[in-house]
């Protein structure tokens, strides 16, 4: 697997989601999303649920997927990837990196993270990376320390401890360059082409870019409003 994350340093990763009341929310759709970014340079996507995952995984066999399942009625504030089963889904849909809410909040069935990381590493040894989404530099070092295998800033700025900040977390990125023995991904918040070179020069081995890619609901609206005020 080290082939993998080699494919990753220091390249553009894209986040293909869509809403889940949007018609761009359709497996056929984000794949073509997914095709459209791999073939302008990205060197990997990021996906959310199995079916996207799993048509993703048809149009472009060989590129990686980071996969993750967004679980958001089951009582927790963790959503990403939550339970062990959540991760078994997105794995056998096609994914080659596993993301998972890494923060120290209670997951709903009571796992932590370190188990759940055991077990995918366990049940399905090093074919299937993790990847340690986080919000603090003391949840990336735990992250690490149970076993993950790349760490990004994802949840910066989204959780309780850290929602008076702004994403993208350039701050925490530091520190976990520094600090963190693994691969650091900058994710959250990037909105120009210029924020992502600053994150590479900050020392993130890749970074993930969404919203300002892909995110077509989001961007029509944020127009919209501008317009209207």
């Not at 929310?25 to 340079?41: M, Q, S």
């Not at 990125?173 to 650091?184: C, D, G, I, K, S």
Request: proline fraction near 5%.
């Amino acid at each position: 697997m080290n082939n993998l994350i080699d494919k990753l340093h220091s390249k553009l990763i894209v986040s293909c989601q869509a809403p889940a009341n949007s018609p761009l929310h359709h497996p056929e759709i984000v794949a073509a999303i997914a095709l459209a970014c791999v073939n302008r340079g990205a060197a990997a996507v990021r996906i959310d649920t199995p079916s996207h995952v799993r048509s993703v995984r048809t149009k472009i066999p060989h590129i990686p997927i980071i996969g993750l399942w967004k679980q958001q009625e089951l009582d927790s504030k963790v959503y990403i990837t939550p339970r062990y089963q959540d991760a078994v889904k997105i794995i056998e849909a096609g994914a080659d990196i596993i993301a998972i809410d890494a923060t120290s909040r209670k997951r709903p069935g009571g796992e932590t993270v370190a188990e759940i990381i055991g077990r995918i590493h366990a049940e399905w040894g090093k074919l299937k990376l993790v990847m340690a989404d986080v919000d603090t530099i003391e949840n990336a070092i735990a992250a690490v320390e149970a076993g993950a295998d790349l760490v990004g800033t994802t949840l910066y700025g989204y959780t309780e401890q850290t929602q008076h900040l702004s994403p993208p977390g350039y701050s925490l990125l530091t520190e976990m360059v520094a600090q963190l023995n693994v691969p650091v991904i900058c994710e959250g918040g990037i909105a120009a082409p210029t924020m992502a070179k600053k994150a590479l020069e900050l020392g993130a081995y890749a970074v993930v870019v969404g919203t300002a890619i892909t995110g077509i609901d989001l961007l029509t609206k944020a127009f919209q409003a501008a317009i209207e005020s």
